[in-house]
């Protein structure tokens, strides 16, 4: 199971294929989750604590708005995190809105700088393209599954 970075990072969709091939997707509404529930959280409905802007800090420059910073607080450290992506470009609105066409091409660009397998797909506009579309991540995830057994095998012939 590898720990898979999707963009968009809140799009539900791409969350629901990521676990049918038994992965884990690195999406934004668990960041949240997490913070809404966590007990200490003194400012309802921000649901930040002061750390937050500081960690933002660490994907994006003091010069760029707060609101880049607070979103990258959150997705910097999934990109951090992830084993492999998957990009859908020019996504519908629906498909999966960041809300921030800047916090979304650093997501991209950062995603790309990393050393991990990857998927970038455009978001299709026919059902044959749909099709395609799922057609292409299921191949991609289900050679992650074959990758990562690949290399347990290998482990334990070691």
Known sequence: MAQIIIYPTTSLILSDLVRRFGHEPLVMMEQIREKINTVGIDSPPLN??????KKGLKYAAVEVPAGVRGRMALVGPLIDSAEAG???DEPDI???CMGCARTNELTKYLIRQRDIPLLEIYYPRTEDEGKEFVKQIATFLKELNNNS???ESEEEAN
């Not at 930040?48 to 802007?53: A, F, L, W």
């Open 86 to 88: 998957i990009i859908v």
């Open 48 to 53: 930040i604590t002061g750390q937050e802007p």
């Open 94 to 96: 629906a498909f999966g």
């Open 149 to 151: 057994k690949n290399s």
